[in-house]
């Protein structure tokens, strides 16, 4: 395993039944979870190349094993102020629709699995098309996880100026 990834948990759990397999963690002070199945790996923050002319939430690209990976911010995504790297700050590294793509992420906090029966429908955050990325939420003991579909945070449009901030770069 290479010194700077954490882990590589699309080998350590599925989906299956009732059961959701996820890879939760925080942007502020919100809880956020995505399918595992989607998760290539969670790395420490890499250096990062800047893009010129790339959208507002790229950070710029990374050269993760000779592969170029276009690198979010999603804190910019979800338009909040931009990412204060700290020591726990990770990339996590994402298929969407079969592009690969890194998110920067406060904190990864686990991988866990949710009885599908906890959670809950999306609440209507706004009348805002944009915020359908919420697939619903998840109740656990204390606390709550907003469960994320990457396939609507990244639509096609998003994927397509990826796709250029990584030709640019290349």
């Known amino acids: 395993m290479n010194a700077n990834q954490d882990s590589k948990p699309a080998d350590q759990a599925r989906d299956t039944g009732d059961q959701l397999q996820l890879v939760s963690f925080q942007i502020e002070e919100d809880e956020f979870a995505i399918d595992i199945l989607s998760v ?3 790395n420490r923050m890499l250096a990062i190349t800047r893009v010129p002319q790339s959208p507002a939430c790229v950070e710029g690209v990374i050269n993760l094993r000779g592969r170029i990976i276009p690198v979010v911010d999603l804190r910019k995504r ?64 204390d606390r709550l996880l907003i469960l994320l579909d990457l396939d609507r945070l990244f ?6 100026a990826f796709d250029q901030v990584t030709a640019a770069a290349a």
């Open 78 to 141: 979800f338009g909040l102020e931009a990412s204060k790297l700290n020591p726990e700050s990770r990339i996590i590294v994402v298929d969407v629709e079969h592009h690969l793509l890194g998110f920067i992420v406060d904190r990864v906090n686990e991988v866990l699995r949710l009885n599908r029966s906890i959670v809950e429908p999306a609440p209507a955050l706004s009348r805002r098309s944009d915020r359908d990325y919420v697939r619903g939420v998840g109740k656990l003991q």
């Open 40 to 42: 290539q790996e969670i």
């Open 155 to 160: 639509d096609a449009s998003d994927i397509a």
